[in-house]
């Protein structure tokens, strides 16, 4: 030691680099440590430690009676006369709307799906759901828009009002780019305003959207002073997901904490600005990872990759069943069907929605899955702060060709989930909780009378049944992989890029 001390000494610009280096490595270590923790707070809104005989309990239980659209039509609202256009109808959301609507006695005859994609959800293969009609429709584009919005109906619907769930969306969570701003502005933007125009002149006077939840997300930053960190906790490192900033003028880009968040903003107020007598409209906000189907990012991504590496175990977050998502939309719908109800409080606004209860952690989740499903799951563990370098780095890589244009044609593009790790996504997983106060208010109360279907551990737990019993003696090479909405969104990518080549 004394020898190092005299080398140190003789070298002040080898003594200045030791003390720097060992100062930035016990900030790193700082900065992981308060990334792997829970704030005290947070954690007396968390639901109980999920254990294997509570997991296997409630599935024993779900093996008897499960939780799916015929079992929970019951908690649905009233069927009304009506004729329905989903927009994302072969989705997680816009899927459920379709199915729930069958279920609580709606003909197919009277359903319309318009989607960029095929149908892929196997629950909807068959039964009345096989015979809703299907449009493969782009809604960037106001003429395919137009197109399937104005195709004639059958005779016995053809006179009934009309009304419009827009779901479809491009998700991508973790670019906070510019560019990433503009591929999605195509869809989420552009797209909802040819809607919007195609569901006035269709002659609809009901239009519920989904929103997102993420959108009242701010961008978490963990690299604070040390003091900071030896206090408290990174700056947004507990967030509330609500509908505040609604009631707000609408944040500059730069508060997002990504693109995608922006571009959901953006949409929602198109959609609550248009309400009117002869319109009425809203939105509601999913909080905040949307699962209950094999297609979802939250559970089913998990599912079809086998092995997950993770550094997000403590992490507290509050999630929603699509059923439960789609429901909320229903309720929204009984209000704004009422011809008076654009003056109502509920008309022009979004409610956020989540599961009826408590926040869970990510923890709990992979347990679920390790411990239920009968095809092979890991997990494996990462170190927080190490991944958020390698965040940034990623980050910056993806930029360097919008920065210096030469590049462009030099540097390899990213593929695959690579891509994906950039600073954003370290803001969606964190600590968020949200509540259904205001959604499950009394009409009277200006809320939507929302009551969740099912909560978080029987929701998860049926998504695993409903996979082992598609899986369970079936050979490896012959399960079924699932696309999630984020591959979607590549492949959307891939089309547009395809199409500016051949333009050029």
Not at 233 to 251: S, Y
Request: proline share 6%; hydrophobic share 40%.
């Amino acid at each position: 030691m004394n020898a190092l001390v005299r080398a140190l000494a003789q070298s002040p610009l080898l003594g200045g680099a030791t003390i720097l280096i060992t100062a930035l490595v016990l900030y790193l270590a700082l900065v992981n440590r308060r990334m792997r923790s829970v704030p005290e707070d947070v954690l007396k809104l968390k639901q109980a430690t999920w254990t294997e005989k509570m997991l296997k309990e409630t599935y024993a239980r779900l093996e008897k009676d499960p939780i799916n659209v015929e079992t929970t039509k019951a908690g649905l609202p009233p069927k009304l006369d009506r004729r329905y256009i989903v927009t994302g109808g072969c989705g997680l959301v816009g899927g459920y709307l379709v199915l729930q609507l069958l279920a609580r006695g709606q003909s197919p005859e009277s359903i319309r799906i318009v989607d960029f994609q095929e149908m892929h959800r196997r629950d909807m293969l068959d039964g009345p759901a096989r015979d809703v009609e299907v449009i493969h429709t782009d809604i960037s584009s106001p003429a395919s828009t137009d197109a399937a919005f104005n195709k004639p109906w059958p005779k016995s619907v053809a006179k009934l009002p009309l009304t419009v769930f827009h779901t479809a969306a491009v998700i991508v969570p973790s670019d906070r780019t510019q560019s990433a701003y503009r591929f999605l502005e195509r869809i989420n933007i552009e797209g909802t305003k040819n809607v919007l125009a195609a569901a006035r002149r269709a002659g609809a006077d009901v239009l519920v959207s989904t929103a997102s939840a993420s959108i009242t997300i701010r961008f978490v930053e963990y690299f604070v002073a040390p003091w900071r960190l030896l206090t408290g906790w990174p700056k947004n490192f507990v967030q509330q997901l609500n509908e505040d900033d609604f009631f707000r003028p609408l944040r500059p880009f730069n508060q997002f904490f990504s693109a995608y968040a922006a571009s959901k903003a953006s949409a929602e107020r198109i959609i609550c600005d248009a309400n009117c007598e002869n319109l009425r409209t809203g939105t509601i906000r999913p909080a905040n990872g949307i699962y209950g189907h094999p297609t979802d990012n939250t559970v089913g991504q998990p599912l079809n990759s086998a092995v997950l590496p993770s550094w997000s175990y403590n992490i507290i977050n509050s999630f929603l069943h699509g059923m439960n998502c789609s429901v909320a939309h229903l309720h929204f719908e009984a209000i704004l069907a009422d011809p008076r109800s654009s003056t109502m409080p509920q008309a022009g606004r979004p409610f956020s929605v989540t599961d009826p209860n408590g926040p869970i952690q990510f923890s709990d989740l992979w347990f679920a899955i390790e411990k239920l499903s009968v095809t092979p799951f890991r997990t494996v563990a990462l170190i927080p702060v190490q991944m958020l370098i390698m965040a940034y780095i990623v980050e910056a890589y993806i930029n360097l060709p919008s920065r210096f244009p030469f590049l462009k044609n030099i540097l390899p593009t990213l593929k695959g989930d690579i891509k994906h790790l950039q600073p954003a996504l370290f803001s969606i997983v964190t600590h968020l909780y949200a509540t259904n106060d205001p959604a499950s208010k009394s009409v009277k109360e200006g809320g939507l009378g929302y009551r969740g279907l099912m909560t978080t551990l029987d929701g998860i737990v049926q998504e695993l049944l409903d996979w082992n019993l598609e899986h369970k003696g079936v050979d490896e090479s012959a399960w079924v992989k699932y696309r999630s909405s984020v591959s979607m969104a590549d492949d959307l990518d891939k089309i547009g890029t395809t199409a500016k080549t051949l333009q050029k």
